[in-house]
């Protein structure tokens, strides 16, 4: 299995607090994604970083930030969380471009009340 | 741009074989396949790139028709242990990856 964990696992935050997820590798891949999965909509794109420092939005970036200031973390920010944002995120890493295989991390549930 | 799969769920016995469907308005280049089991995180299971080349895992295989824009999983002798989602994800020209909205496949005894 790929070294990708997350952190937290489960999280309850309340609406217009920011919440940073944390995505951790040790694969030292360069492509690294932030996916959300809701019932009925699959996994969806929410940013995406192709290195250090190099990131860009997917198809659901509004009300997100990421960084990465290091090859093996990257950081998922909701500046301001609403409920619709409840969700299960996933991160992902992959080693070739356009994409190529990805491998998923164990997700973080948040519940935003 | 989401690609359509088909069908939304399906059930078989073990043994049983299936056919799961998945199709972009958009020139592909590449097709992804993951199986995702309740409360885990999506496994990847192949890549199909245009031009032919193509990835196998165990019992399942897939095709890419780059024309129809369209590729299909094949599962065969299903076993208890394919139950899951299967996502397709597709890449198209100058567009982000993007994923499918899942087939769920329940295999019984």
């Known amino acids: 299995d790929a070294g990708i964990t997350q952190s937290p696992r489960h999280k309850v935050t309340e609406t217009g607090t920011p919440v940073t997820l944390r995505c951790h590798q040790t694969?030292?891949?360069?492509?690294m994604y932030w996916y959300r999965q809701d019932p009925g909509h699959g996994l969806r794109l929410i940013h995406y970083?192709?290195?250090?420092?190099?990131?860009d939005k997917g198809e659901v970036s509004d009300g997100y930030s990421v960084s990465r200031s290091k090859t093996e973390d990257f950081l998922l920010t909701l500046e301001s969380a609403t409920s619709s944002q409840t969700s299960v995120y996933f991160c992902?890493?992959?080693?070739?471009?356009?994409?190529?295989?990805?491998?998923f991390g164990p997700g973080t549930r948040l519940t935003v009340t | 741009q989401q690609p359509v799969q088909s069908p939304q769920a399906v059930i078989l016995r073990e043994g049983e074989d299936a056919v799961i469907n998945c199709s972009s308005s958009?020139?592909?280049?590449?097709v992804h396949w993951y199986r995702q089991k309740h409360g885990e995180a999506p496994v990847f299971l192949m890549i199909?790139?245009?031009?032919?080349e193509q990835k196998g895992h165990e019992k399942i295989s897939a095709s890419f028709n780059e024309k129809k824009q369209q590729s299909s999983l094949y599962l065969t002798a299903s076993q208890l242990s394919y139950s899951g989602t299967y996502f397709c994800?597709?890449?198209?020209?100058?567009?982000?990856?993007?994923f499918g909205p899942g087939t769920r496949l329940s295999v019984l005894p």
């Open positions: 992902a890493i992959g080693a070739t471009r356009d994409p190529g295989e990805q491998y």
């Open positions: 694969e030292n891949h360069r492509y």
């Open positions: 970083s192709y290195g250090v420092k190099d990131t």
């Open positions: 958009k020139a592909l280049y590449s």
């Open positions: 199909l790139l245009k031009g032919g």
């Open positions: 994800g597709t890449a198209n020209y100058g567009q982000n990856f993007v």
